[in-house]
């Protein structure tokens, strides 16, 4: 398959910001294991580095999400 993996065909970004997954992929056997390589991918790391912070309170909040930007950018370091 040419989308397999790719971030921009099985997770595109519409044009008001958002990702939606298309309905040609719904039906595909490979779904999980493809959104899964496709969010593996330098590209998919980034998307998820650069989601917008959700404003929760309390330091615990603010240390996960520092934890997981932490994480994110040793993977990009990585690839």
């Not at 989601?51 to 690839?79: D, Q």
Request: proline share 5%; hydrophobic share 30%.
């Amino acid at each position: 398959m040419d989308c397999f993996g790719n971030l921009k065909a099985v997770f595109p970004e519409k044009p008001n910001g958002l990702r939606e997954v298309p309905a040609d992929c719904m039906s595909c056997t490979e779904k999980v294991q493809c959104l899964k390589k496709a969010l593996e991918t330098k590209e998919g790391i980034l998307m998820r580095l650069d989601k917008k912070p959700v404003h929760e309170k309390g330091l615990k909040s603010r240390i996960k999400r520092w934890s997981e930007r932490k994480y994110l950018s040793r993977l990009i370091e990585k690839t």
